[in-house]
Every structure is written in C-alpha cells, then in structure tokens.
C-alpha cells in the first residue's frame, strides 16, 4: 500500500552496521522488488535506516552515563550480563548500554559493543551514572526468540540510558524510544515522579490505544499506517471514527491484485504487475507475492536500476522492467521489512512456505512505519490529509471468471500531503446482503476491497489496482508471514542492508524533488468538502457548521477584504495587499496549540521559500528566511516572534549552524521589512488585552499578524510552516509546504465590519500578545544557550 505521508525524513539517517554478500541479501531496491515499494521518498528511507533518528531530535539517547549500582536493574527484570560503553558518533559523547539476560556470552557482547565506535565490552558490571539528568531507560528485545523458532528461546535485552536536556524533555524521551528503537521506556528519577504525579504529558496516553495495539504511526504517516511498534489493529479500536464499522478492510484477508500505471494526459498503460497480497493486520503484517513485471516503472527515486528510460513521456525518468517469469516477495512485519528472493530453478509458487528455495534474504529497519491500517480511507487522523465519503456508485467490475460485471461500490477519498487522492471502492453489495442468511460463510458477508486509485504524489504515475479472488485467513494461515524465520532457523541469514551507499554527508529532510510528474488526482476546490463518514455504529459524526446568512458572511468578508486560505487543519492563513505600504498583510492562524504542563506553547515557524520546490533550503544554495515564534524560559510570559535564518548546513545536524541561527535572530518588528507584528495567544491569560477579531480564531489558536515589504504585489508567495511538540526547539508535530496566491487589495483600517442585520462585531475582543522588543534579543540568547536540531519522519523536518 502506497504511503500517505513524507517518510524521508525520520528514516533517511543511520547507516546500519551490517554487510552482506550481494548474492545473498537482495537490495530492496533491486528492480524485481521496485514495483512492491509504492511509498513517496520509498529509496530514502529505505535506504537510510532509523537508528539514528532519535539523535537527529537533539535527544541523547545515552550520553555521558555512569550509573550507580542500585539503579541497574531499573531497565530490565533480567539480570545484568555485562555492558558497553562507546564514543557517541553524533554527539561525541561517552555513551553506555546495558546488557540483560543470561544468554548473552561474552562473544556476543564483544561483537554487539564492536559494533559502536570505540566501543569496550564488560562482563558483569553494568553502565554507572550518577548524573540527576537521567530521564530513564529505552529497553529493547533482542533476543534470538523475537526472529526465529527455537525451541528454547534467548531472553536478551538492551538497556541505553537516554538523558534530559533543554531539547529532551520526558516525553520526548519516551516518544524517540518507543517510535525510532522500538524499545520501551522506563521512567526513572525526575520522569518517574512526573509519571506517577500525572505532570508528564506521556502520562496522558491516547485513547485510541488498546494496550499496544491500535497505534498508528506519527505525523503524515499516520494518515494511513499503524505505529512500527504497535502489536497490529482491531476492528473496533477504541475511540476511532469507523470503530466496528462493516465497511472496514478485514483484519486477516489475501486476494490477487493487478495493476496498471497511466502518465498524465493519457490513458496508455506504462507498467503493470500482479500478484497475490497477503494481510494480518491484526498482528501489523503483510505478505506480497508479486509474481508479473512489465514496462516503465516511475515511483519514487530510479537508482539502482539495470535499465532506465530516457525518452520524452518518461522526462527521463523509469525503469524498464521485465520480470514475467519468477516471484519476489516482501514481507512486512512492524517495524521491519523483509525482501525474499528465490532460486531460478526451484519454481516457487504464491505463498511459498518451502525454505529450501530460497536464494537470498536482506531486510530494513522501518522503524515508526508499519503496516496499512484497515481504515485509513474512512477517517482524518494524522497530519495533511482529509477523506471524502462519496457514495454508491455502479462500476464495471473485472471478475476474473466472468470478465466485467456490473457491481455496486461504496467509495470514499483520501487526500494526502501532496494534495492528491485515493479512491477506495468497497464492495457495497455482498452476496448474503439481501438473503441474509444465517449460516451463510463469513465472505458471503464481506465489504471487500474491490478497487484502488492511487495518486502519483509528484514522483510517479497514478495507479489503478484490482483485488479479486478474496479469502478470508485464520491465525493457522500465520506461518505464510514467518517465511524469513522459518529460513533463519534452518541456517539462513537475512542481514540488514547498508544504508549510507557511500555519501560522505546526510542531509535531514524529504528529498528534494527535481523533476515534478503531474497526477491526474490533484484535489480539486470546486469538487472537495470534506465528509468523514464511516457507517460506524460507535462514533458519533461530528455536527457541521450551518451558514443561515450567506449575506451577512459575504457582507463580513468584503470588508475585510482579507480572504482566507484553508493550508491544513492546523494553519489558516488570512492574506492581502496593502498599495500604501507596498506590503502583504498576512495573518497566520495556528490551531489545537495548547500549553504543557510547564504552561508553555510549542514553538511555530514560517518560512519563505525561494522557489516551488518544498526544501527546506534552495537547491542552488543559499539559506530560507523564517519566522520563529517561540514561548520560553526567560522570554517574558507572552509568546514573541523572531526574524532568522535556516542554514543549509543544518541538514546535517551542525552545532555551528544552530548556533548562528539563533545569533541571526532578531525581534521580527525589528527588522526593516516587516511591520504591525503581534501574536495573538488566547491560550495565555496574563497576556496583554487588545481589541482584535477574527472569525478564525478560537481558544487554542495562535495568530501571527505582519506586515511585510514585497514591493509589487506578488502572484505567489512560496512559503512553509511547522509546528513544534514542546517550547524547545526539536521534534515537529506537523510541518507542510503551501502557497498563498489571494491578494486583493486590502481595506481601510478604519472600515466598520458589520453584517446585514446592522450588528457591529468591531467590540469583539480576543487576548492579545503584544511583543516587547526591548529585551527579545537579549532573552533569546540566554534561552538559547543549549542547541538541539532535530528531524522527524514523514512528516518532513525543518529543525
């Protein structure tokens, strides 16, 4: 299944420890596996790995640790083997790991700690600390048991100490273990406290989880797949929008698929491939067979390929592939993602289970990005996206017996964060659905998927895909998924891929995007609203907003003059041009922004952008202008708004870099270019009062309000934002490219703002969080004295 979301990011940075010989560990990327990896940015973070990831936030993951003796035990209930301590490649610090579990010998140590820079293995002592930044434990399986079948299975577990900063709050300690190591977190000292205080916002867990299971993946991602760590889904998980909905994917269901891909402008068919796809989504699996590969092939990045296209449809893009004969196969178990490739002569047959007739076996660390959730097209959870409930609709069906045949369709659209579509077609009409029989089998009964449409989302061309020959599967149909362990146990090996293919230098952020492939499936103004509807008899539809008086609406906004433009559920951006100053009054309205426990806001940015293409610095060079709106220690109790700069050196992660930013930074009323600033934060009670209005704002919106200088009026303005998870600067919640072209004119200051009933609405007063420059730039950089960059997945990264 195709990924909603930017999953470069979190996934594009660790190179992982192992080697291989080629023959044996197939590269994902080979191109009999290439038409199975329909995600966007699929090559970076298939590529890169996630270890590292949790570094790249500015959390220490075990940084200068010395524990004492009482405390060892606090990780794991197994009993201390042995420990490690090495240089810490990112920050340079010394770093440590504890080792639990009586099967750990002393070889096998060795040859873990050999594997961390400089590292030196202890048998019998564990790491000592006794720091008071010890913000607790990130404790991970990694015994013999988690990946084979042996019949006496290994109990080891790693234990790495991950320590408080400025940038490394409790919970994002607990988010970087559990959703970049796949490990657990174990509170300790100061954590602990807030843990059982209920002070830690990781305190209040998300009710949509049922124990580890129900957890979809973070950011963007989370639009359409379950955490890496989650134990797999349910049919009726808590408090979601289609809980027990009967028009939900099944959880454990295989079925053939087929699919063409067609370029834009065209209805000619460029590439095609079948096979048989096998779900367990209550375990977070996935098994595809695909066994046909034919065409030109565009999709995410195109090397390695043995055969690339050049000609004018392709804009020198695609690979020719020509895999008829034969199968490959990738499982997808949580976190991790498996590639099976067999001998040429051992005919495997879809749903292999034989071992013997493998040839070779690799696997990727996918850290946060699991499996498809089965109701990822009925609801608008995660970040940039929506769904569209469209209706019935009759569709000529390709029924593999009776060729097409008229079916009924229940549909619904998918946005993702590329503005683009899916269209999910369920089977409205099962065949017990009139009868209704009572001993009729469970498929008579089932919503089937019948067919996909899928956008290229700029890197390819759009797909359609059929399912047909449906079938229910059982927990005895589990050993089609335990392939790669089966192979283990019989003396195979399934090595993790390198990841840095020898680049000297990792950039942080989604890659950039240089030939842009148009889709057919743009979300279009005139034909979107958004309708989240998912026949569940659990959750309630939301209630829509009625407007009685379109008069009074269209009076309020041409008085304004200011129109609004929708950029996500999260910003909405207020825009228009003011002749006088030769400027572009802008207001940004940044929603669901609520205080910590501390009472502080997260961070908010905006940044201008030099060109189309969403990077976070221009390609040419250079660096991106951006607002920085931040609410911390020592800043006064008003949130303030701060002209800087991004450096393009911080994409890979340079102290230098953070430290000229915030040296850059100046009080944005400060600077020559723009004017009238103001930060409007309701959400901060002894913030100054001023009269303001805007019919887009409510209680947990932050508005920032400028004027800038652009000379002519603009056609478009190139701009980006992203929010933060704390005040520190680190880990976004959301981040997202836009483009703001609505410019009237905009209206006199003194215009009175009144609607068709003769009500003044100009009284209306909104808490106002005027700024004091006086002492922005000295507190910003006595805040800023502990620098942290971090960068997540898929949800793409800034800082």
Request: glycine share 8%.
């Amino acid at each position: 299944m195709k990924l909603l979301a930017s999953t470069a990011s979190l996934l594009a940075t660790t190179a992982l420890s192992l080697t291989t010989d080629a023959a044996k560990a197939p590269h994902p990327l080979h191109p009999k596996f290439r038409s199975q990896l329909k995600c966007p940015y699929a090559e970076n973070w298939l590529t890169k790995g996630a270890e590292a990831a949790a570094n790249e936030l500015g959390i220490d993951i075990s940084s200068t640790h010395q524990q004492q003796n009482n405390r060892k035990l606090w990780g794991s209930d197994l009993p201390i083997a042995g420990s490690c301590t090495y240089n810490n490649s990112w920050t340079g610090d010394k770093s440590c790991m504890n080792f639990h579990g009586e099967s750990w010998t002393l070889d096998a140590m060795v040859d873990r700690c050999s594997s961390e820079q400089d590292g030196v293995a202890a048998q019998g002592v564990g790491c000592e600390d006794t720091s008071d930044d010890v913000s607790g434990w990130c404790v991970k399986d990694v015994s013999t048991a988690a990946t084979s079948m042996m019949s006496a299975p290994e109990m080891k577990e790693e234990a790495s100490l991950m320590m408080l900063s400025a940038m490394a709050s409790c919970d994002n300690n607990k988010m970087a273990c559990e959703a970049f190591l796949q490990g657990t977190f174990v509170a300790t000292g100061s954590c602990a406290s807030a843990a059982a205080g209920g002070s830690s916002a990781s305190d209040q867990a998300d009710t949509t989880m049922e124990g580890n299971r129900c957890i979809i993946a973070p950011g963007a991602i989370g639009a359409a797949h379950q955490a890496g760590f989650s134990k797999g889904y349910s049919t009726s998980c808590p408090n979601t929008p289609a809980q027990d909905s009967p028009y939900m994917w099944p959880l454990k269901w295989a079925a053939n698929f087929q699919t063409k891909n067609m370029v834009f402008g065209s209805d000619d068919i460029k590439f095609e491939s079948r096979g048989r796809t096998f779900y367990a989504l209550d375990k977070n699996w996935k098994r595809l067979d695909t066994t046909y590969q034919l065409g030109i092939l565009r999709t995410f990045g195109q090397a390695p390929c043995e055969n690339i296209a050049g000609d004018s449809d392709t804009n020198g893009l695609g690979c020719v592939l020509n895999n008829t004969d034969g199968m490959s196969t990738m499982i997808h178990k949580g976190g991790t993602m498996y590639f099976v490739d067999w001998k040429e002569d051992a005919a495997p047959v879809v749903g292999e289970r034989d071992v013997s007739k493998i040839e070779g076996c690799s696997k990727i660390n996918m850290a946060v990005v699991g499996n498809i959730r089965p109701d990822w097209y009925m609801d608008r959870r995660g970040d940039d996206t929506d769904v569209q409930y469209l209706g019935d609709q009759h569709v000529f069906y390709p029924d593999p017996d009776e060729g097409p045949i008229p079916m009924l369709a229940k549909q619904w659209r998918k946005k993702d964060f590329a503005s683009q579509y899916f269209t999910m077609s369920m089977l409205g009409n099962p065949p017990n659905k009139v009868e209704k029989m009572a001993d009729a089998p469970a498929e008579d009964n089932m919503h089937w998927p019948m067919i996909l449409n899928v956008p290229g989302e700029g890197f390819g061309d759009d797909m359609l895909q059929v399912y047909t020959n449906h079938e229910l599967l059982t927990d005895e149909d589990d050993d089609l998924f335990m392939l790669v362990e089966n192979y283990i146990e019989s003396g195979g090996e399934c090595p993790e891929n390198s990841s840095f293919n020898g680049d000297d230098e990792v950039a942080v952020g989604p890659p950039i995007q240089e030939v842009h492939i148009p889709s057919n499936l743009e979300v279009e103004e005139a034909s979107w609203m958004t309708n989240e509807y998912t026949f569940s008899p659990v959750w309630q539809v939301p209630m829509r907003p009625v407007v009685t008086d379109m008069g009074a609406v269209a009076s309020v906004s041409a008085a304004m003059s200011k129109p609004a433009t929708e950029v996500s559920d999260r910003v909405t951006v207020e825009s228009c041009y003011d002749e006088a100053t030769k400027s572009v009054d802008m207001s940004f309205h940044f929603h669901d922004i609520d205080p910590a426990a501390n009472g502080r806001l997260p961070w908010m940015a905006i940044g201008y952008r030099s060109s189309e293409v969403c990077a976070m610095t221009p390609p040419s060079g250079g660096v991106t202008p951006i607002v920085l709106i931040t609410h911390l220690e020592g800043e006064g109790e008003v949130p303030r708004a701060h002209s800087t700069s991004l450096l393009p050196t911080a994409k890979t992660l340079s102290s230098d870099a953070f430290a000229s930013m915030y040296m850059l930074a100046r009080d944005l009323g400060e600077t020559d270019d723009h004017s009238d600033v103001s930060v409007i934060a309701p959400q901060i009670s002894n913030a100054a009062v001023s009269i303001t209005r805007s019919s887009l704002t409510t209680d947990d919106t932050v508005t920032l309000n400028f004027k800038r200088v652009v000379g002519e009026k603009p056609e478009q303005l190139n701009l980006m934002y992203a929010i933060g998870m704390s005040s520190e600067l680190g880990i976004h919640a959301t981040r997202k490219c836009f483009v703001i072209d609505a410019f009237p004119t905009c209206s006199s200051p003194d215009a009175e703002v009144s609607d068709m009933d003769g009500h003044d609405h100009s009284h209306d007063v909104a808490i106002k969080a005027t700024l004091d420059s006086s002492s922005t730039t000295v507190a910003m950089m006595s805040t800023f004295a502990t620098l942290a960059f971090s960068c997540m997945i898929g949800v793409a990264v800034w800082f």
